[in-house]
């Protein structure tokens, strides 16, 4: 009897050791389902904050970052090891309320994997991971190029919009029509952002029928968008 408990709790250490044992080449890989939502440069804010020094950061205080949730800010929580685990598996059991829609990594191996990748990463001169955009419900989302370095197809020139459709003039001189719940209008303002005056025509969804209208600025959206039938 005591060789057979002696035997589990030794296979128990092993199998708990070798859980808390992260791999950051197979952390770099989890980490694909972060990168539509967090950067690991600093001041590059996506969705989500920039996660650059994050170890021992006090969550909800990162200054260029104006979306945190309020319950986010109220926690309290510093993050480390303990914390950071906790959370990747179960944004809502950790902090209840916050605004972060991801569901969590319910495999311990998964999660030490990408600590141990992030606790690299997010340090200053650590490894960087490409920022590309993970499978979603089996369609492979878009990634958004430096929309400073557009083609003419692409360089949006002006958008008309006659009942429910809205037509978009390239700087290719052609036209392209969208149901009116096909296109979207957006902003970026980062350094990666279109040049002012010249919006991005940037594709969406697998069909062909959808896209995103992104302009440097909300001033940018009255010049550009007229009714026209």
Request: glycine share 8%; net charge neutral; with cysteine.
């Amino acid at each position: 009897m005591f060789r057979t408990t002696a035997t589990a709790l030794v296979l128990v250490f092993f199998v708990s050791s070798a859980v808390a044992e992260g791999n950051a080449n197979r952390g770099q890989r989890v980490f694909q389902n972060c990168a539509a939502c967090h950067s690991l440069d600093a001041g590059k804010n996506m969705t989500g904050p920039s996660l650059a020094n994050l170890w021992h950061r006090k969550a909800g205080t990162q200054q260029d970052f104006t979306r945190y949730s309020t319950a986010l800010v109220a926690s309290g929580i510093e993050w480390n090891d303990q914390t950071l685990d906790a959370w990747v598996a179960d944004p809502q059991h950790v902090i209840p309320g916050n605004e972060m829609t991801f569901p969590g990594i319910k495999d311990a191996q998964a999660r030490a994997d990408l600590l141990a990748y992030l606790k690299q990463a997010t340090q200053p001169g650590g490894p960087r991971a490409a920022q590309s955009q993970p499978q979603m419900g089996g369609m492979m989302s878009t990634a958004v190029p430096n929309l400073k370095t557009l083609d003419a197809s692409d360089r949006v020139q002006a958008v008309a919009y006659c009942r429910d459709t809205y037509e978009v003039a390239t700087a290719d001189g052609k036209k392209r029509k969208f149901w009116e719940r096909n296109l979207r209008f957006k902003t970026d303002s980062s350094p990666e952002g279109p040049t002012q005056g010249a919006p991005a025509l940037v594709p969406a969804g697998m069909m062909g029928d959808r896209a995103d209208v992104i302009f440097a600025n909300p001033d940018e959206l009255g010049k550009f968008i007229s009714k026209s039938c």
